[in-house]
T-cell receptor, first 115, second 113 residues
Framework: ETGVTQTPRHLVMGMTNKKSLKCEQH?????MYWYKQSAKKPLELMFV???????ENNSVPSRFSPECPNSSHLFLHLHTLQPEDSALYLC??????????????FGDGTRLSIL | AQTVTQSQPEMSVQEAETVTLSCTYD???????LFWYKQPPSRQMILVIR??????QNATENRFSVNFQKAAKSFSLKISDSQLGDTAMYFC??????????FGTGTRLKVLA
């Protein structure tokens, strides 16, 4: 089983829909991340959770709502999205400790299209 | 604020040749880590190589090596003996003292047969 699993792989939704993206990591890591990847732009860090506590929220609009029930699962709840929110959403995990150079492990991403 | 710049949006290289992808960054931190990630068309981003800023020796992983110039804030990736499977987007990333990883815009590398 791959280390970081994201579902669904593809999602098409209208602007008034509510949907959720799911991420699960099987690596025993203590930190999980949501990124937005748009064409010709750097990966945008959205949210970071460490030991289930949110440590970063990079001015993400409230129509994106993260949830981290435990250190293995991460959700991104979507509501009333805009066309510019269409992108690839990547989940990642890492083992964080002081002075660590541990890299992030990524999932395959969810390709989100807003109609 | 930290920034990461990859000035080459696209590059191509003949199979078996060597190619170098450039990356520069800006930071006021003295201790940090640098990474190169590869994202093939199948989309999963995987780590290629990493470098600790306090280490002067350049990191090497098989055909992949870096040229880390701390004073110049430069972190280029050299791929030797390029293979068709190296075709991918390559992202340079910076990580300082927090959980924040800063990524560049990526370089699309195409290896030609």
């Amino acid at each position: 089983e791959t280390g970081v699993t994201q579902t669904p792989r593809h999602l098409v939704m209208g602007m008034t829909n509510k949907k959720s993206l799911k991420c699960e990591q099987h690596l025993g890591h203590n930190a999980m991340y949501w990124y937005k990847q748009s064409a010709k732009k750097p990966l945008e860090l959205m949210f970071v959770y460490n030991f289930k506590e949110q440590t970063e929220n990079n001015s993400v609009p409230s129509r994106f709502s993260p949830e981290c029930p435990n250190s293995s699962h991460l959700f991104l709840h979507l509501h009333t999205l805009q066309p510019e929110d269409s992108a690839l959403y990547l989940c990642a995990s890492s083992q964080e400790r002081s002075g660590s150079n541990q890299p992030q492990h990524f999932g395959d991403g969810t390709r989100l299209s807003i109609l | 604020a930290q920034t990461v710049t990859q000035s080459q949006p696209e590059m191509s290289v003949q199979e078996a040749e060597t190619v170098t992808l450039s990356c520069t960054y800006d930071t006021s931190e003295s201790n940090y880590y640098l990474f190169w990630y590869k994202q093939p068309p199948s989309r999963q981003m995987i780590l290629v190589i990493r470098q600790e800023a306090y280490k002067q020796q350049n990191a090497t992983e098989n055909r992949f090596s870096v040229n880390f110039q701390k004073a110049a804030k430069s972190f280029s990736l050299k791929i030797s003996d390029s293979q068709l499977g190296d075709t991918a987007m390559y992202f340079c990333a910076f990580r300082g003292g927090t959980y924040k990883y800063i990524f560049g815009t990526g370089t699309r590398l195409k290896v030609l047969a």
